[in-house]
T-cell receptor
Framework: ETGVTQSPTHLIKTRGQQVTLRCSSQSGHNTVSWYQQALGQGPQFIFQYYREEENGRGNFPPRFSGLQFPNYSSELNVNALELDDSALYLC????????????????FGNGTRLTVT | RKEVEQDPGPFNVPEGATVAFNCTYS??????FFWYRQDCRKEPKLLMSVYSSGNEDGRFTAQLNRASQYISLLIRDSKLSDSATYLC????????????FGQGTTLQVKP
């Protein structure tokens, strides 16, 4: 059973550019959550996708957007990058039932470290 | 007030020491609780879930006090390999799958 995989591992972008981060969910999981972790802080919830629909969003501006594909993999897109977007971006997958995403603990991928200069 | 608060430390302890971390949360209706461990520049990994009755896993003991909205993690007989950041995590009463992380408490175990 493969776990959550994220790509790329590291990325350097310039302020104002756009970036796409990718996440492959664990086999059998239909829910993907994205988190941003700035240096010295705990991860902050960006949004979650459940069966290809956004299911909850944290306090992030609209330039943070996402997609979930039929195979449940996901993308996080960030437009108009700012210096403060430099962080570790974490993806986690889980299995949701008919009542929505479950409340099990999340298991994260290795993350993508984004540096904006 | 932050939704989940932890003392960031760092806690510097000798090998073999017992160390305790505390965490408070603001939403009394929160449903589940976890401790995660994060090594430097790595992803957080689940250490243990926290149950109302308290639970133990080897040298690690987690306690939950719902009345005081307080969670603790006790590490006995600290090892050098326990050096890491410990994140307190709360699952609030919503169906969005959002987990709320504390800032983390850094532990450094010295020889």
């Amino acid at each position: 059973e493969t776990g959550v995989t994220q790509s790329p591992t590291h990325l350097i972008k310039t302020r104002g550019q756009q970036v796409t981060l990718r996440c492959s969910s664990q086999s059998g999981h239909n829910t993907v959550s994205w988190y941003q972790q700035a240096l010295g802080q705990g991860p902050q919830f960006i949004f979650q996708y459940y069966r290809e629909e956004e299911n909850g969003r944290g306090n992030f501006p609209p330039r943070f957007s996402g997609l979930q594909f039929p195979n449940y993999s996901s993308e996080l897109n960030v437009n108009a990058l700012e210096l403060d977007d430099s962080a570790l971006y974490l993806c986690a997958s889980s299995l949701g039932g008919s009542g929505g995403p479950d409340r099990s603990p999340l298991h994260f991928g290795n993350g993508t470290r984004l540096t904006v200069t | 007030r932050k939704e989940v608060e932890q003392d960031p430390g760092p806690f510097n302890v000798p090998e073999g020491a017992t160390v305790a971390f505390n965490c408070t949360y603001s939403n009394s209706a929160s449903q589940s609780f976890f401790w995660y461990r994060q090594d430097c520049r790595k992803e957080p990994k689940l250490l243990m879930s926290v149950y109302s009755s308290g639970n133990e896993d080897g040298r690690f003991t987690a306690q939950l006090n719902r009345a005081s909205q307080y969670i603790s993690l006790l590490i006995r007989d600290s090892k050098l390999s326990d050096s890491a950041t410990y994140l307190c995590v709360v699952n609030p009463p919503s169906n969005t799958g959002k987990l709320i992380f504390g800032q983390g408490t850094t532990l450094q175990v010295k020889p």
